[in-house]
């Protein structure tokens, strides 16, 4: 297929479309694991120097594990040895401080859905602001860019060659970033070369975050549906292997219903569907070479193009 002419029915197809047509989402909570449900819900603490963002340091924002809203910027974390992540200024009214009961410290919470972070501590002079928000990890997700205060949608889908798919994907309105990685194995951080080899389970994925202001959850999962061919087993053109299968990990009950809605619609229109609707597990950024590929190398892709099926 014509790149160009690709480019150009994404751009009709979206810009098409009225401003009302991009309704809102209404709030919507992730899936949470017992862990992160524990921390989480239950105002629990993960172990010191256990979480994966202790040591972090990419540059983006960090957001609500539970409702994807906004609540620290990299810039704002520093190195404090205390075992957890720790952040010396919120995003502004994003996190709410409650006294605890024993009156002897001062709980967060994402202001937007009352899950728990950790606990805010004042007065030790561990950086100009001398305040310290320790923030579990698991409470946390994060995203490789700048976001503005609010609320953020987290997808994620598997189609093949994830540099195809981040590709298109990146080019929808509303869309904040994507991410190339792998999901759906039983290999704990995964390599290429690993994934490669079939033997662990994992799908090439992409995590899509976005704006739910400008682009529903349903819009983004018809585009993933019409760039990369849904009714092909264990491949995508000439990638061969289960780890190029077609699939849809669902964060919530909410985006399992529109995705088994949506691929009933295909199937009612003839196609043979054989993509998967799978729950979310631990998604794997995948090696920084992966990432923008087809931006960074100036190519375009070689089996994925937009076909109208809605």
């Not at 809203?69 to 401080?97: H, M, Q, T």
């Not at 585009?223 to 292997?241: A, K």
Request: charged share 25%.
């Amino acid at each position: 297929m014509n790149i160009r002419y690709a480019i150009l029915i994404l751009f009709i197809y979206f810009g098409s479309m009225s401003e009302e047509s991009y309704s809102q989402e209404k709030l919507q909570y992730y899936d949470l694991t017992k862990v992160e449900s524990y921390v989480i819900n239950n105002k629990g603490t993960e172990s010191p120097f256990t979480g994966k963002f202790t040591n972090f340091k990419e540059k983006g924002t960090y957001v609500c594990k539970k409702c994807g809203a906004a609540l620290y910027y990299s810039s704002d974390k520093f190195e404090s040895d205390c075992g957890w992540p720790s952040f010396d200024n919120e995003i502004k009214g994003a996190v709410n401080r409650f006294p605890d009961a024993d009156g002897l410290r001062t709980e967060i919470e994402c202001a937007n859905c009352g899950a728990h972070l950790g606990h805010v501590f004042t007065g030790e002079r561990l950086t100009e602001k001398n305040i310290r928000h320790c923030v579990n990890s698991v409470s946390l997700d994060f995203v490789p860019a700048q976001l503005e205060a609010g609320r953020y949608g987290t997808a994620i889908f598997a189609g093949g060659c994830f540099w195809g798919v981040e590709y298109f994907l990146q080019k929808a309105p509303g869309v904040i970033s994507v991410t190339s990685g792998y999901t759906g194995g039983q290999v704990k951080n995964p390599t290429y070369k690993e994934v490669c080899t079939g033997n662990t389970g994992h799908a090439e994925a992409v995590k899509i975050v976005y704006d739910p202001d400008k682009i529903s959850y349903e819009k983004l999962l018809k585009l993933f549906l019409e760039i990369h061919d849904p009714t092909q087993v264990g491949r995508q053109g000439p990638d061969i292997g289960d780890q190029y299968r077609s699939e849809i990990f669902y964060m919530n009950d909410d985006q399992k219903d529109i995705a088994e809605k949506d691929l009933n619609i295909l199937k009612t229109k003839g196609y043979k569907i054989e993509t998967t609707v799978t729950k979310a597990s631990e998604f794997y950024p995948a090696e920084a070479c992966h990432q923008d590929y087809y931006f960074n190398n100036g190519k375009v892709p070689y089996c994925h193009g937009y076909v109208k099926r809605f």
